[in-house]
């Protein structure tokens, strides 16, 4: 709408009575206008719903309009008011009861998802077996009797066994039990002392050459050779007497070889050991051996 070129009120008069006569074709249903209706939405304890404007009460609010726009009524006429509230103190729970008459909501079936994986179930057996069982005998381990050496798994400081009943043992010792032959196989060490051709008491069965002499003033008293003999340290005892070796095991003993002293000499798996056995305080403070 557009009123242009009147002069003091004139204008505000046109503007009303076309405003007047749209309010009134709306109201009498012959014409349209856009006009904002609340709609209300209370929230109480038994539910919630929608009030909706009945057709009469929207027609009586436009007439208002009207002959408020057209200067027809004096009084000022009401705006809406929007409602407000909250759900406090309301029930947040629906029982089943109010839901049960309703049409659709019946529900169905669970359906299967999309990768959905079967339920889980206990496996069962596939078939029928059938099968005699025959329990092992008693296990008895290593026996010195039927136990048998497997030479391959054989090492410096271990032995392994095949048993009788089917089972292995192995032995392992802090120190060597076998050497090496000149083969290249490997055999127990034996450090009983024996006494050779030359009268020196040596070892059974060893690598190492280890050998004692026959009498306690020889100059070679011990000797150590290594197992091709390129290698070989002796010692003597400086002022021993000419006593003879008594031999035990692995060991000679050379007693009195120095007054009140005993020396006696120990052939040892890797070598040899010397220990001195005093007879009184007297019997000396410092030995020599070169």
């Keep these: 709408m557009r009123v242009a070129g009147r002069a003091g009120n004139g204008w505000r008069s046109v503007l009303l009575r076309q405003l007047g006569r749209r309010v009134r074709r709306v109201a009498t249903g012959t014409g349209m206008l856009a006009l904002a209706v609340p709609l209300a939405w209370p929230s109480g304890a038994g539910g919630q719903h929608l009030d909706v404007p ?13 002959d408020f726009a057209s200067g027809q009524s004096s009084p000022t006429p009401s705006v809406p008011v929007q409602q407000t509230g909250t759900a406090a103190g309301g029930k947040h729970l ?3 009861s109010q839901t049960q008459g309703l049409k659709h909501a019946t529900g169905h079936a669970p359906g299967k998802g999309k990768g959905q994986l079967p339920s889980w179930a206990a496996h069962g057996p596939s078939g029928s077996a ?9 296990v008895r381990g290593f026996d010195a009797a039927t136990s048998t050496p497997v030479a391959s798994e054989t090492s410096a400081q271990s032995d392994l066994y095949k048993n009788a009943d089917g089972s292995y ?6 120190a060597p039990v076998n050497y090496q032959t000149s083969s290249g196989s490997w055999a127990p060490i034996d450090p009983t002392l024996v006494q050779g051709s030359a009268g020196r008491w040596q070892e059974k069965a060893n690598a190492l050459a280890v050998s004692f002499a026959a009498s306690g003033s020889d100059k070679t008293l011990g000797a150590l050779a290594s197992a091709d003999g390129s290698q070989q340290v002796s010692f003597s005892l400086t002022g021993a007497g000419n006593v003879a070796a008594s031999a035990s095991g692995s060991s000679v003993t050379y007693p009195g070889i120095l007054p009140g002293t005993d020396v006696t000499e120990t052939a040892t798996p890797d070598g040899m050991s010397e220990s001195l056995t005093l007879d009184s305080a007297s019997a000396g403070t410092s030995w020599t051996f070169r």
Excluded: E, H, Y
Excluded at 54 to 66: K, P
Excluded at 169 to 174: A, F, H, L, N
């Design 54 to 66: 009945s057709a009469a009460s929207v027609r009586s609010g436009l007439v208002r309009l009207a």
């Design 94 to 96: 629906v029982p089943g």
């Design 169 to 174: 043992t192995r032995k392992v010792w802090p």
């Design 130 to 138: 059938s099968g005699t069982f025959t329990a092992r005998g008693p």
